[in-house]
């Protein structure tokens, strides 16, 4: 079914990334002008959005969403296995398929962290050109941050105070300070730390996560989340009664999806939602104490995440240390949504 999402102004601090067409022929040249896509290959998931712009905003047409572990073993061997890029070219394959199909002529397909510190990193792009048509873009972490900031600001609770915007993502977390400018929302810093779900977790290893010392091995996680943020928590404002924080990773969709009790998730009802900081403090420690089978069981979480939200959890409380707002805004939108109105916006249409 066709979703319309809002539109937003543009960053103050947006740069102009790379993009352009990938080499698929449309057949409507109508659909030439209008039909978008945005493609973003992370460390743990492969996600696409196709689009098409209306007034105020774009209708999505179509997308897909697999979790490829594109970064598995990397922390340990500098390298992406052989596997790992199997199952994202197979993801990938899927996506080109899609992006023919519905006749996209102007798209952008970024990756992340795992193909910026894989030394192989650039053969793989190479190998995802040669098999699938698709011109990977490896985005630096200051292009990642402004493309998840400019699709999900949107959402971010209203006020006047500055807020905190990050992305947890599988191989970085992502940290933007913005205030607000005639309306418009500006970039005053931003930071990318080492740490996501995915090379947190094997920092850690599996076995210790899920052991009889959980609980030491998750404060251990958290503690080399808010390490690896010391330096930027040391240029941020002093807190006040008005800052704001807005998260968008699927480990504060998921947190959020518990919270709510849902029996399956609801991008509905989680887009958007505020949840009091408290409350997310309680459910990251109730997570980090249940072993795998316990994590598991929990509907919104399933064996798909179970191994990797206890590394999102603390993350989470690391950043809660640094910019302890009261609540905490929850968004299901990111780098796809910033990709597609940068695009937008280049040709003209008003978002």
């Known amino acids: 079914m066709a979703q319309t999402v809002a539109g937003a102004p543009a960053l103050l601090h947006e740069e102009s990334g790379q993009s352009g067409p990938l080499p698929f022929k449309p057949h409507d040249r109508r659909q030439q002008r209008y039909t978008y896509g945005a493609l973003d290959l992370g460390t743990n998931n492969c996600r696409l959005l196709v689009a098409r712009p209306v007034d105020g905003g774009f209708t999505v047409v179509d997308a897909f969403s697999r979790v490829v572990r594109l970064g598995e073993g990397l922390s340990q061997s500098g390298r992406l296995t052989d596997e790992a890029m199997d199952r994202a070219v197979t993801a990938l394959a899927v996506c080109g398929e899609k992006l023919r199909r519905r006749n996209v002529s102007l798209s952008r397909a970024v990756a992340t962290e795992a193909c910026r510190r894989a030394v192989n990193g650039r053969e793989f792009v190479e190998r995802v050109r040669r098999e699938t048509g698709i011109a990977l873009d490896i985005i630096s972490p200051q292009e990642e941050a402004r493309l998840a900031v400019l699709g999900c600001h949107k959402v971010l609770e209203p006020g006047d105070g500055p807020a905190l915007i990050f992305d947890i993502g599988g191989g970085s977390t992502e940290l933007v300070l913005i205030d607000h400018v005639d309306g418009v929302p500006k970039i005053r810093s931003w930071w990318s730390a080492p740490w996501g779900v995915v090379s947190l977790t094997e920092s850690e290893g599996r076995a210790a996560i899920d052991g009889n010392e959980r609980l030491a091995a998750y404060k251990r996680m958290r503690e080399r989340a808010r390490h690896s943020f010391s330096r930027f928590a040391e240029t941020l404002p002093k807190a006040s009664a008005d800052i704001r924080l807005l998260g968008t990773s699927g480990t504060v969709t998921t947190l959020a999806s518990v919270h709510l009790a849902l029996p399956s998730y609801d991008r509905r009802a989680v ?81």
């Open 271 to 351: 887009d958007g939602l505020q949840v009091p900081t408290e409350a997310m403090q309680k459910i990251s420690t109730m997570i980090a104490e249940m072993d795998y089978e316990e994590r598991s069981r929990l509907p919104c979480i399933g064996r798909d995440r179970a191994d990797l939200v206890v590394a999102g959890c603390a993350i989470l409380e690391a950043i809660l240390e640094i910019w302890p707002a009261p609540s905490l805004g929850v968004a299901d939108r990111g780098i796809r949504e910033g990709i597609l109105r940068s695009l937008m916006a280049r040709d003209g249409h008003k978002l």
